[in-house]
């Protein structure tokens, strides 16, 4: 079984960053895709930013210019570095990957979630 566990979430001022975290954790073979969605209340959920095994990223362009995707392949981790943080940036933020387990399986597994609240 394959879980993935986000940190980094919390309360910060406008102007203010974030680090997000999110490691894998299981049963895993290799791991594709790495992303970051967020679901604001009331909005759907939207893709923040994504990772490939190789290191290529895109981003929306809401967040593109204040934020940093990274991975570390070692840890089966994914971070997402946020700047210049705006209200419109709250929402829960859930992390997903791509992975291909050791029984063969492959799926996207999503974590539980983290909140970033922005305050203005």
């Known amino acids: 079984q394959v879980q993935l566990v986000e940190s980094g979430g919390g309360l910060v001022q406008t102007g203010g960053s974030l680090r997000l975290s999110c490691a894998a954790s299981?049963?895993?073979?290799?791991?594709?895709?790495m992303g970051w969605d967020r679901q604001a209340p009331g909005k759907q959920r939207e893709l923040v930013a994504a990772?490939?095994?190789?290191?290529?990223?895109n981003y929306a362009d809401s967040v593109k210019a204040r934020s940093t995707i990274s991975r570390d392949n070692a840890k089966n981790t994914v971070y997402l570095q946020m700047n210049s943080l705006k209200p419109e940036d709250t929402a829960v933020y859930y992390c997903?990957?791509?992975?291909?387990?050791?029984?063969?399986?492959?799926?996207?597994?999503w974590g539980q979630g983290t909140q970033v609240t922005v305050s203005s």
């Open positions: 299981g049963s895993i073979f290799s791991i594709n895709d």
């Open positions: 997903y990957a791509d992975i291909r387990a050791v029984d063969g399986s492959r799926a996207y597994v």
């Open positions: 990772i490939t095994s190789g290191g290529s990223t």
